[in-house]
């Protein structure tokens, strides 16, 4: 999300969470009262949204354990299926592969932090909007955390309460403002116009709508980052009870980190972030909201590609793989570190160097990883990016008409299932039939 608006926070608190309106949107003076107004209603409160970082050095963890494992004889597993065999089982590609399983052993892991609170754990639809992921993930209890109307669309359609639904942004339009007013989700006070927007879609809906003011706690990113911000909203929380409002929900906002490296770091887990603000919700009666993507979803998968050969500029070697920034964007925009490893042993006499992985788009950022000391694989040989669950399928593109991939996921018994169809340059051609 955006930079918080930190002047939200010199408004009276007095805007109540629900309010009936005329038909009339837009008053061309929208007024805020700045008077305590004794009455019981409803203010949510939420913590922006940024993911926190840890201050956490990397150490090694022996019980370190993947979805994606590499076994004695070398080969890449996928809950027990070789990565490899898959390969051979599906379209000629690249693909995105997940873990059923272990989708749902990262949401267990929030459910069981959360035992003894009333709580909503809001998957950030943004991170990966495959329908059937998220059909899963309503069926294990998680609400939907949305940024635009067609991702509320998305969540309505897939079945979550929208009571359990938060919209986010910072410059939510009228129309999708109107649609979450109707369907009855939360909306996020991002700023002063935004809410001049929020009131305007309740008058043109005719209905209440539940609102959550965004506040910057303004704190160090560091492990402690909730305990430390969720006691600065307690405090504020406080003063708004003591103006005679009822404070119902804490929304501490994003999620967990991973290890993307796969060095075995140890991270804060779900019962560490939850265990920082258990006491100060129980004590004020709260109900918790959390909005996790990447920790739910981005270990469960690995884009699967293929090595098209191996080359060397004369002081650089490369692995030019099917696979490019078209379908992961990720290393390309961010500089993003994602492990990369090979899916069969590679024969003994194979020289290991340093490569960059690179794909076949014509872009000098089209890279999957820089300097990986890999074994040099053959022609044909299956090469992963792991941890491709989040903001990768999500932020696929067209680019050089290389049409997104297809999705499949291990099934809890084993078996293989397609859960998204792969783009076909005849769909892009349907986008221009009867023009």
Not at 148 to 154: A, D, H, R, T, V
């Amino acid at each position: 999300m955006a930079a918080t608006h930190q002047n939200l926070l010199y408004h009276s608190y007095s805007i109540p969470k629900t309010t009936s309106f005329n038909k009339n949107p837009l008053p061309q003076n929208l007024i805020f009262p700045f008077k305590s107004i004794i009455k019981s209603r409803v203010l949510r409160a939420v913590l922006s949204q940024n993911t926190p970082k840890t201050s956490l050095e990397t150490t090694k963890n022996t019980n370190f354990q993947h979805c994606f494992r590499k076994s004695e004889d070398g080969y890449l597993y996928c809950e027990g299926i070789k990565v490899d065999e898959i390969m051979e089982s599906v379209e000629k590609r690249p693909f995105y592969l997940y873990s059923k399983l272990q989708i749902t052993r990262n949401v267990e892991a929030y459910k069981d932090a959360l035992e003894g609170l009333t709580s909503i754990i809001g998957y950030a639809i943004k991170a990966n909007n495959n329908y059937k992921i998220l059909d899963h993930l309503r069926n294990l209890g998680c609400g939907a955390v949305l940024v635009s109307g067609n991702e509320l669309k998305l969540a309505l359609r897939a079945g979550f309460d929208p009571t359990r639904c938060i919209f986010n942004g910072n410059g939510k339009i009228l129309e999708d403002l109107v649609l979450a007013a109707e369907a009855g989700v939360f909306v996020n006070i991002d700023s002063e116009f935004d809410l001049e927007n929020i009131v305007a879609a309740a008058r043109i809906a005719g209905k209440r709508v539940n609102v959550l003011l965004r506040i910057n706690p303004d704190v160090d990113p560091q492990v402690d980052i909730f305990r430390d911000a969720a006691t600065i909203m307690v405090n504020y929380i406080d003063e708004i009870r003591a103006q005679g409002f009822e404070v119902d929900y804490l929304n501490i906002g994003g999620g967990l980190g991973i290890d993307y490296y796969h060095a075995g770091a140890v991270l804060p887990k779900p019962r560490d972030l939850i265990d920082t603000v258990r006491e100060l919700v129980l004590s004020r009666g709260l109900k918790l909201i959390i909005e996790p993507g990447r920790s739910l979803i981005a270990n469960t998968c690995c884009l699967v590609n293929r090595v098209t050969g191996v080359k060397t500029n004369g002081s650089k070697n490369f692995i030019v793989i099917d696979g490019s920034m078209a379908e992961l964007i990720r290393p390309s925009l961010y500089d993003a570190y994602q492990h990369i490893e090979l899916v069969s042993p590679a024969p003994a006499n194979a020289e290991i160097a340093t490569f960059d992985v690179v794909g076949p788009v014509c872009e000098s950022a089209d890279f999957l990883g820089k300097g990986r000391e890999l074994p040099t694989p053959a022609k044909g040989t299956g090469l992963v990016v792991h941890d491709a669950g989040a903001y990768c399928m999500s932020m696929a593109s067209t680019y050089n008409l290389k049409m997104r991939p297809p999705e499949y996921w291990v099934e809890n018994d084993g078996s293989l299932s397609k859960i998204r169809h792969g783009e076909t340059f005849e769909d892009h051609m349907r986008l221009f039939e009867g023009l």
